[in-house]
């Protein structure tokens, strides 16, 4: 544990030289200066900090686009020069008209990952149901909440969740905002259940549970439109961004069959062809990839060309040349600063390094 706290105070400057990458991912969900009921499960970045992120960037690192960094992938000769590519997550209106103008201004490429199902508004996100229902728990008081709770029977379902975070930040970064600092709050353990339903029972209570806290998701879907629409994307595609997929639910295809994690990906990289023209369309994982086979991986790529690199979310691990692995740019936990942010990621790849003794000079041909 001192080893490993050590290791994330060393200088990021140092970092960079003494264990450098070919690229660094960073993976965002939201740019907002307003709260956003849909999304009371993520940190939301405002403007102003997305702002102080690119300008961090570009001040020790070089952006580069999509089709740089298939090139850079595909070839065996590459720097491990610290290159960065930005991507966002789900494909919520903001990527359109709140963070592109900022990645415009700051001449930074990006890839937006967007889960098919949603586009153009068609659909209500599950996790945006839970979000609608969370909201409005912080919103009443605690008692007439537990009331609608026992009259459910979803007391039985409730497990009191991990005393200071929900999810641990480097697999899943789901977190009550504004409740960081509040272990003890009663209702925790039903945040913590809305967070982490599963099948159709649950899905089914949760709606129960929305009708009877007042929450309306389709009436909410219609008047504030979330979900990036057809136009937005093409019009991003336009301004020389690249469109990812980001399956066709958003369900963690862990869970699922194989069949039907493969109809995730392709379906979902296919409609994403479709709109935009691209003839390679990058598969970012609902959640994170552990546990997907590579070997079967690569073998869809090979059988259908127009799935591009698939993207990640462990940090800065090593992985398969076609995956690439990001860290979160929002703030979670106590990673207040990119910079923060960047010292831990460099810091858990050195103990990791360190743990399987096989600390690389920067010449190590892995990525």
């Known amino acids: 544990m001192a080893a490993s706290q050590m290791l994330h105070r060393v200088p990021t400057s140092l970092w960079r030289g003494l264990v450098p990458k070919t690229e660094l991912g960073f993976c965002y969900h939201m740019v907002s200066d307003v709260p956003l009921p849909h999304l009371r499960h993520y940190p939301i970045l405002s403007p102003a900090d997305f702002d102080a992120d690119l300008s961090y960037l570009r001040k020790y690192f070089d952006f580069i686009s999509y089709e740089q960094l298939v090139q850079r992938r595909g070839s065996s000769n590459v720097a491990r020069d610290n290159s960065v590519i930005l991507t966002f997550d789900d494909g919520f209106a903001e990527c359109a008209t709140v963070a592109a103008p900022i990645l415009l201004r700051h001449g930074a490429g990006c ?59 480097t697999r899943h970064p789901l977190d009550i905002a504004g409740l ?77 069959p194989r069949d039907e994690a493969e109809h995730e990906i392709v379906e979902s990289c296919r409609i994403v062809r479709d709109i935009t023209g691209q003839s390679s369309v990058p598969f970012a994982f609902p959640y994170f990839g552990g546990g997907m086979d590579r070997a079967w991986l690569a073998d ?45 990621a460099w810091g858990r790849r050195a103990a990791w390094l360190r743990r399987a003794a096989s600390w690389r000079l920067p010449s190590d041909p892995r990525s």
């Not at 909201?135 to 497990?159: F, H, Q, S, W």
């Not at 129960?208 to 937005?232: E, I, K």
């Not at 990001?326 to 106590?334: A, D, P, Q, S």
């Open 111 to 169: 890839v937006f990952f967007v889960v098919t199902d949603l586009v153009d508004n068609s659909k209500v996100f599950r996790e945006s149901e839970a979000s609608l229902c969370i909201d409005a728990i912080c919103r009443l008081p605690v008692e007439r909440v537990e009331t609608v709770v026992c009259e459910l029977g979803l007391d039985a379902r409730l497990r009191p969740p991990p005393a200071r975070m929900l999810f641990d930040p």
């Open 180 to 256: 960081d600092d509040q272990p003890e709050h009663k209702l925790r353990p039903l945040l913590h259940w809305l967070l982490t339903i599963g099948g159709e029972p649950d899905l089914g209570l949760m709606r129960q549970l929305c009708t009877r806290l007042g929450v309306d998701p389709l009436s909410y879907l219609r008047q504030a439109r979330p979900y990036l629409t057809t136009q937005q994307i093409r019009q991003l595609g336009a301004d020389g961004f690249t469109i990812g997929a980001h399956g066709l639910t958003h369900r963690r295809l862990q869970d699922l």
């Open 300 to 344: 869809l790529r090979r059988r259908h060309e127009f799935i591009g690199l698939f993207f990640d979310t462990d940090g800065l691990r090593e992985d398969e040349p076609f995956v690439v692995q990001r860290v979160f740019g929002e703030r979670f936990g106590h990673d207040r600063t990119l910079d923060g942010i960047l010292r831990r």
